[in-house]
Nanobody, 123 residues
Framework: VQLQASGGGVVQAGGSLRLSCAAS????????MGWFRQAPGKEREFVSG???????YYADSVKGRFTISRDNAQNNIYLQMDSLKPEDTAVYYC??????????????????WGQGTQVTVSS
């Protein structure tokens, strides 16, 4: 599946951004999706995920501030990011789980990745 992420930018602390990820090439509604991020000098980490049936999952660091959603008719997922903090600064990647009807937040479960979109939060 091909993934195209967009929506990153520069925002002040406390602000909001909405990331989008467009998918093509697979029966989108059967696959769980996720967002990961990688800050400079750090390993890539799980941020949020949504299962093929709409269950949502969040890293503790973003719980209560970020909201993931999906639109199966449009083959899109979204990440609404509110109350942004400087520590949220990273390149954000959307990703698709490799098996239909399966969920895991482990990176090895994801076989398709978008190109990444930069999010910068200034203090």
């Amino acid at each position: 599946v091909q993934l195209q992420a967009s929506g990153g930018g520069v925002v002040q602390a406390g602000g909001s951004l909405r990331l989008s990820c467009a998918a093509s090439g697979r029966t989108f509604g059967s696959y769980s999706m996720g967002w990961f991020r990688q800050a400079p000098g750090k390993e890539r980490e799980f941020v949020s995920g949504i299962s093929w049936i709409g269950y949502t999952y969040y890293a503790d660091s973003v719980k209560g501030r970020f909201t993931i959603s999906r639109d199966n008719a449009q083959n899109n997922i979204y990440l609404q990011m509110d109350s942004l903090k400087p520590e949220d600064t990273a390149v954000y990647y959307c990703a698709a789980v490799r098996w239909p009807g399966y969920w895991s937040r482990q990176e090895t479960a994801f076989d398709s990745w978008g190109q990444g979109t930069q999010v910068t939060v200034s203090s």
